[in-house]
């Protein structure tokens, strides 16, 4: 497709700012295809920390609260982007997040700016009055994408008819991982890391959320003090969101008898994404470590704290890789999926390498109906 020479002018909202690697992971891809596909486009993106956004993306970034300023810059603006990410649900963030996501979007429809939901992850939602606010708005909406099948059948259960819904998949699958040579020479710090003396390296991401308590906690000590004592693997913890994960890491280190490691700085997505592909195995909370690891082609261990981890490892076709509820996540259910894994490592990575490849051309045709839209 040929390159637009149209200076369009993009806003993009998400979960952006918080140091989250997963959600920065994917606007720093989002940035990136739309400053290929539109060279001219000027993108404002809504933040957290916008001076921080502005610096690392080269982007214009305004406060994600600031509604005057918001609004200012709408009435400017030919494409309000919802997205990536689980934006649209009433599970987390004290079911609050999802009227801001829904108020900005009925705000550009208020000013007559086309809106796309970009690659979203929809739902849960619970409230009766959520589903029919987003059925109301939705509807208005010029452009819906989503990245996965039950997020389609979510929005078409809730009365969602008007634009169509084209299943793709979450940007982050179009990051470039940095040559990882790169990344030590920024970073010697990781090569002492994953300096293993020929041991297997695996990688363990956790995350606080309300199933978590002390047992739980014990359970991931317990599981790596097995994988080092019958495995001689060598354990390193993985931070997605940053200070959140660190933390959690180290509860989880202080109930371990034997040592392991922490990644304790904080690297850029590309970064970040070089590191797994050194790994054996991944144990993975985080949703965007399983996605960092399938797309490193290295299997991983799955929980399901959110419907989107379930999604997203069935539509690999790798549901025995998932664990299904907190009642199910045992030392003993633990080292069963470690030793299916490794009795089946092969089978995984061919499933991976093919299931990754289709996922990364779904993540192309985000872009592209976004360059459609804008230059019909």
């Known amino acids: 497709m040929k390159k637009s020479k149209t200076i369009a002018k993009i806003m993009i909202s998400g979960y952006y700012g918080f140091n989250n690697t997963g959600d920065e992971a994917i606007l720093k891809s989002m940035v990136g ?38 609004m200012r810059c709408l009435r400017d603006t030919d494409l309000f982007i919802s997205g990536g990410g689980g934006l649209l649900q009433d599970s987390t963030g004290k079911g609050w997040s999802i009227l801001y996501y829904l108020g900005l979007i009925l705000a550009a429809k208020i000013v007559k700016v086309p809106v796309m939901i970009y690659a979203q992850g929809i739902g849960p939602v619970n409230k009766q009055a959520n589903k029919k606010l987003m059925k109301w708005i939705l509807n208005k909406v010029d452009l819906i994408t989503v990245r996965d099948n039950s997020s389609k059948e979510l929005l078409e259960n809730l009365g969602v008819v008007q634009p169509s819904i084209h299943v793709n998949s979450d940007p982050v699958f179009l990051l470039k991982e940095k040559n990882f040579n790169q990344t030590i020479n920024s970073h010697p710090y990781i090569q002492k890391l994953i300096d293993s003396g020929n041991r297997p390296l695996i990688g363990v991401s956790v995350r606080e959320y309300k199933g978590y308590g002390k047992d739980l906690k014990k359970i991931f000590a317990q599981t790596a003090d097995y994988l080092i004592e019958n495995h001689k693997a060598k354990i390193i913890f993985f ?12 509860e989880i280190l202080s109930l371990m008898k034997n040592k392991a490691e922490v990644l304790k700085i904080k690297l850029e997505p590309e970064e970040l994404l070089s590191v797994p592909s050194r790994l054996s195995l991944m144990v ?55 030793e299916y894994i490794r009795e089946n490592n092969d089978k995984i990575k061919d499933i991976l390498l093919k299931k990754v490849n289709n996922l990364e051309k779904k993540a192309l045709a985000n872009n592209e109906l976004v360059n459609k839209f804008l230059n019909p």
């Open 33 to 70: 295809a739309f400053k290929e596909k539109i060279p001219q486009a000027k993108i404002t993106v809504l933040s957290c920390n916008p001076l921080q956004t502005s610096q690392t993306y080269q982007v214009k970034a305004i406060n994600r609260l600031h509604l005057i300023n918001i």
């Open 284 to 338: 993975g909370v985080r949703f965007h470590s399983i996605i960092f690891s399938s797309m490193a082609n290295i299997p991983f261990i799955a929980f399901n704290y959110d419907p989107k981890v379930k999604y997203f490892v069935e539509n690999l076709g790798l549901s025995e890789l998932l664990l299904e509820t907190d009642e199910d996540i045992s030392l003993k259910n633990l080292q069963e999926k470690i």
């Open 239 to 250: 931070p997605f969101k940053f200070d959140e994960d660190v933390h959690i890491s180290e």
